[in-house]
């Protein structure tokens, strides 16, 4: 019995830098995308991040694949998944992300702290119809929902005037907007 439980002790301290997990609170209006509780997952030994925002209606899921460089957001009350590349040079990396949260060092924390970026999405129409091809952690997260590709648009565009938008904001980090058809329906 004593083995027993000294391997368990000791399985948790090897387990724990494979995976952490925090829970923040963000603060703000509605309107802003930045209400809610968000609570963030890093697997070192899998390479993904998982950030969970509690809010409602308007709650959602994002994960982050660093194996595949592939991002996936779950809008709940849309019953919708978005997947898109990961744009390395606006993300951080896994590391950094697990130091950031570790820390408390979330950017917009504060009175003067720099705002997010703002990273902006064009949702392909067409549904996703092999989710395999995305990695076995997002085809995971988005089974048995709606499926859509992005892609992100850099600079000015007509494109946002038509079609509405769908805004997240990841820890105070990033801002996404997802635009489309697709967030009407």
């Known amino acids: 019995m004593k083995l027993t439980i000294v391997f368990a002790g000791l399985l948790g301290v090897f387990l724990?830098?494979?995976?952490?997990?925090?829970?923040?609170?963000?603060?703000?209006?509605?309107?802003?995308?930045?209400?809610?509780?968000?609570?963030?997952?890093?697997?070192?030994?899998?390479?993904?991040?998982?950030?969970?925002?509690?809010?409602?209606?308007d709650s959602w899921n994002t994960l982050w694949d660093y194996n595949t460089n592939f991002a996936a957001v779950r809008l709940f009350g849309k019953k919708k998944c978005i997947v898109h590349r990961m744009n390395k040079d606006a993300m951080p990396s896994l590391q950094t992300l697990d130091k950031l949260v570790k820390e408390k060092k979330l950017?917009?924390?504060?009175?003067?702290?720099?705002?997010?970026?703002?990273?902006?999405?064009?949702?392909n129409p067409e549904e996703v119809s092999d989710l395999s091809k995305?990695?076995?952690?997002?085809?995971?997260?988005?089974?048995?929902?709606?499926t859509y590709m992005a892609e992100e648009i850099k600079g000015p565009s007509?494109?946002?005037y038509r079609s509405r938008c769908y805004d997240i904001n990841v820890l105070l980090l990033l801002n996404f907007s997802y635009c489309g058809q697709v967030i009407d329906g």
């Open 107 to 123: 950017q917009g924390e504060g009175p003067g702290g720099p705002p997010p970026k703002g990273l902006r999405y064009s949702i």
């Open 134 to 146: 995305l990695g076995k952690p997002i085809a995971s997260m988005c089974r048995g929902i709606p």
């Open 158 to 160: 007509l494109f946002f």
């Open 16 to 57: 724990t830098p494979a995976l952490a997990s925090y829970e923040i609170n963000i603060g703000g209006d509605s309107n802003s995308g930045i209400s809610g509780q968000q609570s963030v997952s890093v697997n070192n030994e899998h390479n993904v991040a998982n950030v969970d925002n509690n809010n409602g209606w």
